[in-house]
């Protein structure tokens, strides 16, 4: 059982290591406005990642085939605050880190209202994600490196919550320490690089929304 919480927890960081638009927002939110609010994106990512990845683990795939009528619009928000967001730190001005201490001291209450859905809009739109983990499954299963049992199976998707969270605790925490090691110069323009790649994936998923065929099964 030992085994399953461990593979899960390394499953779940590695595959929480590519950048993609919710890392790009911690990265950026951990410059800008520290700690608590870059941690608490990431926090919401990993529950709709997690949802997904409960789903795939125990087979629950006709859950989502019977919502299946209303996934362009679970993805259209989540496009559209990602294009949003990647707006914002195109035409964003250099970081003002006087503010920084302000801001993480703030009332944690608003921090988790306004951040917690950010991550998790931009998780649940990305139904890609069942695909991901079902295929996860169907590897960790075929190699006998967990067993096909409940609670095997459990402490698996355990420790891939535990993984992810425990990524993302760690890459808002450098960022918000060392930022100040940077030259404010290139943080702006690592921020608009940034801005300008989820800009582009917020035009993506809009568009796939609108448009898409949604067949992911």
């Not at 406005?33 to 608490?40: C, E, P, S």
């Not at 730190?89 to 859905?117: C, E, N, V």
């Not at 299963?141 to 096909?148: D, L, Q, V």
């Amino acid at each position: 059982m030992i085994s399953a919480l461990a593979i899960g927890f390394f499953t779940g960081f590695l595959l929480s290591v590519p950048i993609g638009p919710i890392n790009l927002t911690v990265i950026n939110e951990a410059v800008h406005k520290g700690f608590l609010r870059a941690f608490l994106i990431g926090v919401g990512g990993v529950t709709a990642d997690t949802f997904y990845c409960t789903m795939a683990f125990f087979g629950f795939s006709s859950i989502l085939e019977y919502i299946r009528p209303i996934w362009p619009m679970l993805q259209l928000p989540g496009g559209l605050i990602v294009f949003v967001i990647g707006i914002n730190y195109t035409i964003r001005r250099h970081a003002d880190f006087s503010k920084m201490s302000h801001l993480q001291s703030g009332d944690k209450l608003s921090h988790f209202s306004k951040a917690f859905p950010i991550g998790f809009f931009m998780g649940i739109s990305n139904f890609s994600l069942f695909i991901l983990w079902a295929g996860v499954n169907t590897i960790l299963i075929s190699h006998e490196w967990i067993k096909p049992d409940f609670l095997y199976v459990l402490l698996c998707v355990a420790g891939i919550m535990s993984g992810s969270l425990t990524w993302f605790f760690l890459i808002s925490l450098l960022i918000s320490r060392l930022h100040r090691q940077v030259n404010p110069g290139t943080i702006s323009l690592i921020t608009r690089l940034c801005g300008f790649l989820l800009l582009l994936i917020g035009v993506f998923l809009c568009y796939h929304s609108l448009f898409g065929t949604h067949d992911f099964f």
